[in-house]
């Protein structure tokens, strides 16, 4: 089964960027659609982006359209999520995962994801 470690999270203020990592070890990423989500306080678990295994094509939640970027390094065998311009709002437990290997589309709905990592904390905030 595909493990996943999330590092990179941390204080930043409103503006800022963070870039986090999600490295993977019993299989490579490019076989996976691997999944960055989000748990906020009081919040239900959000998906932000995603990557296919195929092709590499990625999508997006709507509320990072445009300041969030995923990408794959096949070498390091690591996703990583890049967060640009944060708000407030941004502030969480960001969490990376991992769909069933026979389901390597995106997807960012949590329940089609099978594993998950511990999460990096991210606090946007002044």
């Known amino acids: 089964q595909l493990a996943l470690v999330e590092s990179g999270g941390g204080s930043v203020q409103p503006g800022g960027s963070l870039r986090l990592s999600c490295a993977a070890s019993?299989?490579?990423?490019?076989?996976?659609?691997i999944g960055w989500f989000r748990q906020a306080p009081g919040k239900e678990r959000e998906g932000l982006s995603c990557?296919?295994?195929?092709?590499?094509?990625?999508n997006y939640a709507d509320s990072v359209k445009g300041r969030f970027t995923i990408s794959r390094d096949n070498v390091k065998n690591t996703v990583y999520l890049q967060m640009n311009s944060l708000k407030p709002d941004d502030t969480g437990i960001y969490v990376c995962?991992?769909?069933?290997?026979?389901?390597?589309?995106?997807?960012?709905?949590?329940?089609?994801?099978?594993?998950w990592g511990q999460g990096t904390q991210v606090a946007v905030s002044s």
């Open positions: 019993g299989g490579t990423v490019d076989s996976f659609a």
């Open positions: 990557i296919s295994a195929i092709g590499g094509s990625t």
């Open positions: 995962a991992v769909r069933p290997y026979f389901l390597r589309t995106c997807d960012l709905h949590p329940s089609e994801f099978s594993s």
